[in-house]
């Protein structure tokens, strides 16, 4: 099962501006994640929220999870060209897989 | 730590062939997976190990894959035969726990089946 779509599927902002990604899942999840790959890279882990949470923060990244509409985003607050990359939410069901999203392009514009 | 390191990096092969991708997890990790990422498909889980043990390989295409842990610091994903549709970047991750915490990504493996 799908456990992360997100949306939209390209997205491309002024730098300084911000950034919101949404992720929707479809199953019960006992937390999210968010991941960002660059360009040939592989996937790196940006920021954790549990069920039981609903906002979280690390440095320019606000995560905000509503289990009740079984959704999720990712805000980052004063885009840079450097956060050009690829974002991928990911859920960890009852049965510990963490299953990925087909990923969010974001181009920041210097 | 050097991180999770994969080889190869980039791989081209005929179709026919056999292809062994190769990985090392983060000293430590008690948990092992296996990625293949494409275009069309996204991200797909093949497998994963815990303690060196395979607990889930649903995702494994068919019989022409297969993954081996024989220790705790290494692991194989082989393709046989290989197929033009088995094309795709092979990433290997590691994780502290079983529960999936934070992955910790190599680099992938790209290859190409002509």
């Known amino acids: 099962s799908q456990q992360g779509e997100e949306d939209p599927q390209a997205l491309s902002i002024q730098e300084g501006e911000n950034a919101t990604m949404n992720c929707s899942y479809k199953?019960?999840?006992?937390?999210l994640q968010w991941y960002r790959q660059n360009s040939g890279r592989g996937l790196v882990h940006l920021i954790l929220i549990r069920s039981n949470e609903r906002e979280k923060h690390s440095g320019r990244l606000r995560v905000t999870l509503d289990t009740s509409k079984k959704s999720s985003s990712l805000l980052i607050t004063a885009s840079r060209a450097a956060d050009t990359a690829s974002y991928f939410c990911a859920g960890t069901g009852a049965n510990s897989k963490l299953t990925f999203g087909k990923g969010i392009t974001l181009s920041v514009r210097p | 730590d050097a991180g999770v390191i994969q080889s190869p990096r980039h791989e081209v092969t005929e179709m026919g062939q056999e292809v062994t991708l190769r990985c090392k997890p983060i000293?430590?990790?008690?948990?092992l997976f296996w990625y293949r990422q494409t275009m069309m498909r996204g991200l797909e889980l093949l497998i994963y190990f815990n303690n060196n043990v395979p607990i889930d390989d649903s995702g494994m295409p068919e019989d022409r894959f297969s993954a081996k842990m024989p220790n705790a610091s290494f692991s194989t994903l082989k393709i046989q035969p290989s197929e033009p549709r088995d094309s795709a970047v092979y990433f290997c991750?590691?994780?502290?726990?079983?529960?999936?915490?934070?992955?910790?990504f190599g680099e992938g493996s790209r290859l190409t089946v002509l």
């Open positions: 991750a590691s994780s502290l726990y079983r529960d999936a915490g934070e992955l910790f």
């Open positions: 199953t019960s999840i006992n937390n």
């Open positions: 000293s430590g990790h008690n948990s």
